[in-house]
């Protein structure tokens, strides 16, 4: 039973590009959230999808956007890329809301040049 | 803001004794608390989750207590091993419908044999 799968595992661009992040969610999980962590801090909550809708959101700006897929993987888009959104991105996956367990995926490392 | 107070110091004790982290909250009050364990290059582990009408929790050699009126947490690992060094997280979440958590910056833990 696969986990959590993240792609690409590490990624460079430069400031001012476009990325795209994907990411699997566990088999049975229906909702997929995205955290961004940057060197020895805690991951912060970007967002969480739920039937293909945003449900909740962090403190981030609109550069950051999301979609899920009817299969309920999802990806996270960066715009505009500045130097201080390099750190390594996490999706995490669960079954429904509330305070299941978040199972989290090994991350995309993201540097930006 | 929500926030989740880790130390940040490393924590160094020896095989076989029982290490104890701290997590603090300040400006919310979390319906419940949930500990994860990271290992370098990984991503989170979920542990264990205590509801805020819980004192404690155990599993295996895990306890975590949750004191609503000191606003902490604390997380012990007893007969600890060297294969319990990583990084410790604590993560706060409120009783909406849908999950947005507050995570610390961790605690690292090193345990020598």
């Known amino acids: 039973d696969a986990g959590v799968t993240q792609s690409p595992t590490h990624l460079i661009k430069t400031r001012g590009q476009q990325v795209t992040l994907r990411c699997s969610p566990k088999?049975?999980?229906?909702?997929v959230s995205w955290y961004q962590q940057a060197l020895g801090q805690g991951p912060q909550f970007i967002f969480q999808?739920?039937?293909?809708?945003?449900?909740q959101r962090g403190n981030f700006p609109d550069r950051f956007s999301g979609h899920q897929f009817p299969n309920y993987s999802s990806e996270l888009n960066v715009n505009a890329l500045l130097l201080g959104d390099s750190a390594l991105y996490l999706c995490?996956?669960?079954f429904g809301g509330g305070n299941q367990p978040q199972h989290f995926g090994d991350g995309t490392r993201l540097s930006i040049l | 803001s929500q926030k989740i107070e880790q130390n940040s110091e490393a924590l160094n004790i020896q095989e076989g004794k029982t290490a104890t982290l701290t997590c603090n909250y300040t400006?919310?009050?979390?319906?419940?608390l949930q500990w994860y364990r990271q290992d370098p290059g990984r991503g989170p582990v979920f542990l264990l989750l205590?509801?805020?009408?819980?004192k404690e929790k155990r599993k295996e050699r895990l306890k975590v207590t949750f004191d609503t009126t000191l606003k902490q947490s604390l997380f012990h690992i007893t007969a600890s091993q060297p294969a319990d060094s990583a990084t410790y997280l604590c993560?706060?979440?409120?009783?909406?419908?849908?999950?947005?958590?507050?995570f610390g910056t961790g605690t690292r833990l090193l345990v020598s044999p």
């Open positions: 995490a996956s669960s």
């Open positions: 400006n919310y009050s979390p319906a419940y």
């Open positions: 993560a706060g979440g409120l009783n909406t419908g849908f999950q947005k958590l507050v």
């Open positions: 205590i509801r805020g009408n819980e």
């Open positions: 088999s049975g999980h229906d909702t």
């Open positions: 999808y739920y039937e293909e809708e945003e449900r």
